[in-house]
């Protein structure tokens, strides 16, 4: 077989032989980038040096993977996790194995042991990696029948892994070795362990066995690994960034929220300060909807369960809802979604063509089932508030319709700071309702709203919904991590179940077309979001509160009241400090409070009626006038007053 590995050269291997028989002649040709780490195939499979190669085909092209390859890091992770279970193994022989794959950010073993690994552990255990990866141990792979790879395994104690031998459909199975250490794998790895150039081992946590609760608990060591020293420390100093804008400890400092145990796990209560920047928000929100032709909502939060039944929800979304309830011999449900609700509110009336488009918009408070293990802080909870509206229009409205959608949902993500977003369509998938005919219609238009827009996009192909084409949207935040907040659906189904008309031009009936569409997602997610982005200092027009006003000495207590009653009279959101403490630690509690701007009030000011202003950011304006603060505060309300 020819195989020709891309920028490098065309060799011939036999067949089922590894890559590895090539070693030497690629070095040979002393590679610019060095030897390739592994390779890719044709097809996306990551292929390491050490697998054999079974081609069909006479010839098989292959692209080589270097350091700077998001697939090299994966096979380097593969083998890190390897590293660990030996290490592991040498420190703790009992300790038995589950598996250990290469995640987006690092790997992770799963293992058992009679109890959880401590901090203390990990750092032995990290020791204990190190000295491996200095050994520069050869990774080799071997081929075994299942029942030779059983006896291996039994010998070695690993139920674990005998489990998973019997769960493998071929005949043969793989093993890879390094050093003493062998381990049940179909690769890929790295050549030997020497290519881990830097490594740390970063928490433990439990984790059953196969995810499943009726399994035994392991214990799950995370890592990361790198080609490179400086970028292990870019990532752990990415990781301390990430901690410092934790939106969990930051709502607990700045008390905009909590979740309360005895209250329920992934129930939210906003405090006061998270309350005011909620309420802005959904003024906000509220006011740039009913400009753009939006009709505001409320709808309860309960309904009949039978109404869960004609929309298909019971069927199809059973299980991330909360279990119904009797009240007087009938079964109510809560609302995992408002959907329903707006049909109710078509349905009203007859609705002519020229009726078309409604929009109907809510903040609607929905409830969802979300296993415990996955709650997190506002991002995953059990009641949220969506940022909801669904759109009823006919086939010719509907690309208008999503431009306008996308439009909104950009100008809304720009306000908040996020300039950079991914956006994905997902297409038709294997099972769907509604014809064919439509779902080209609405595909078309979705990807022809997003050219108008000219933002670019990728596509899911056969991703969407059953009931319809989707696009989701992805927001960057300042650290580069992307949150799921946006999504704009097309829906053929609902408007079927509940039999939503309208009356054409042509007199008869005709079937609306159904856009469910939510702008933030959620408040309680997209302020987790927000909290992080900006590390709890929310810009002037959205801090609960925007202006304290400190005093140096009693004496100017009476001037500072005329100046804070001034700010207040005008809208400002304003908290005084006239306590008798040193004004350093005023300032510093103020900074703590993330308080956009100080104003500063000693004898001098008094005097001449003038103003110190100090930014949290340490910058500081000294006697100036109350009106020229004011115009500065006027200027960064911006956002709020100037929006169109
Ligand atoms: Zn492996
Ligand atoms: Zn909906």
């Not at 610019?32 to 996306?44: E, M, N, Q, Y």
């Not at 400086?230 to 410092?244: G, M, P, R």
């Not at 209250?263 to 929100?285: H, N, Q, T």
Request: overall charge negative; aromatic content about 10%.
């Amino acid at each position: 077989m020819k195989i020709s590995v891309e920028g490098i050269g065309e060799f011939e291997l036999s067949d089922n032989s590894p890559l590895i028989l090539l070693l030497d002649k690629i070095k040979e040709l002393n590679p610019k980038k060095g030897l390739p780490v592994a390779f890719l195939s044709p097809s996306g499979e990551i292929i390491d040096w050490h697998t054999p190669i079974n081609s069909s085909a006479p010839s098989l092209s292959l692209k080589p993977l270097y350091p700077e390859d998001k697939e090299a890091l994966l096979v380097l992770r593969h083998t890190a996790s390897h590293v660990l279970a030996q290490a592991v193994k040498e420190l703790f022989p009992k300790a038995k194995l589950g598996i250990g794959p290469a995640i987006d950010e690092g790997f992770y073993y799963d293992i058992a042991y009679e109890r959880p690994f401590t901090e203390e552990d990990l750092a032995k255990i990290e020791e204990k990696v190190k000295e491996i990866i200095n050994k520069d141990l050869t990774l080799k792979r071997e081929e075994l029948s299942k029942e030779e790879a059983k006896a291996l395994f039994q010998s070695l104690n690993e139920d674990f892994k005998l489990e998973l031998i019997e769960e493998i459909p071929e005949d043969k199975v793989s093993v890879y070795r390094q050093g003493d250490f062998v381990d049940l794998c179909r690769g890929p790895h790295v050549l030997s362990t020497g290519e881990i150039k830097a490594i740390k081992l970063l928490s433990v946590s439990g984790a059953y066995w196969k995810g499943d609760e009726k399994n035994p608990m392991l214990w799950r060591i995370y890592g990361t690994a790198f080609f490179k020293e400086e970028d292990l420390s870019a990532y752990l100093n990415f990781l301390e960034e990430v901690k410092k804008r934790d939106h969990r400890r930051l709502g607990k400092e700045l008390e905009l929220f909590t979740i309360e145990e005895d209250i329920g796990p992934g129930l939210v209560i906003w405090l006061p300060k998270g309350a005011i920047v909620r309420r802005i928000i959904e003024d906000f929100w509220k006011d740039e909807h009913l400009k753009r032709g939006y009709q505001l909502l409320y709808t309860p939060h309960v309904a009949l369960l039978d109404l869960w039944k004609t929309s298909g929800h019971l069927d199809f979304y059973r299980e991330n809802m909360f279990p119904p309830m009797e009240l007087e011999n009938r079964a109510y449900q809560l609302k995992p979604m408002n959907c329903p609700f707006h049909i109710y509110v078509y349905n009203q009336k007859r609705r002519s063509y020229r009726e078309l488009p409604l929009r109907f918009c809510e903040l609607g408070t929905v409830y969802r089932f979300e296993r415990s293990g996955v709650l997190h802080g506002l991002l995953r909870v059990r009641g949220f508030t969506q940022d909801d509206a669904h759109i009823f229009c006919r086939e010719d409205q509907l690309q208008e319709e999503l431009i306008k959608v996308l439009e909104l949902v950009i100008y809304f993500l720009k306000l908040f700071g996020f300039e950079e977003y991914k956006v994905y369509l997902s297409t038709r998938p294997e099972k769907y309702v509604g014809d064919e005919k439509r779902w080209d219609l609405a595909e078309s238009s979705l990807q022809s709203a997003l050219q108008a827009l000219g933002l670019p996009y990728e596509i899911d192909p056969g991703e969407g919904v059953f009931y319809g084409p989707k696009i989701d949207l992805k927001i960057k935040d300042v650290l580069g991590r992307e949150w799921q907040c946006s999504t704009v659906q097309v829906d053929f189904n609902l408007p079927e179940r509940f039999d939503l008309v309208y009356v054409g031009e042509d007199n008869k009936f005709h079937r609306p077309i159904m856009i469910h569409r939510a702008l933030l997602g959620s408040l309680e997610r997209f302020l987790g979001v927000l909290i992080e982005h900006y590390a709890g200092a929310f810009p002037f027009w959205l801090a609960p509160v925007q202006i304290k006003v400190l005093t140096i000495k009693d004496r100017v207590i009476p001037y500072a009241e005329t100046v804070s009653s001034r700010l207040k009279s005008l809208g400002f959101r304003v908290e005084d400090d006239f306590r008798p403490e040193k004004l350093n630690y005023k300032i510093r509690q103020a900074q703590l409070e993330k308080v956009p701007y100080m104003i500063i009030l000693g004898e001098k000011e008094m005097e001449t009626g003038t103003v110190s202003l100090r930014s949290r950011k340490g910058e500081q304006l000294n006697n100036i006038t109350l009106d020229e603060a004011i115009e500065r505060f006027k200027s960064e309300a911006q956002p709020l007053f100037g929006a169109s």
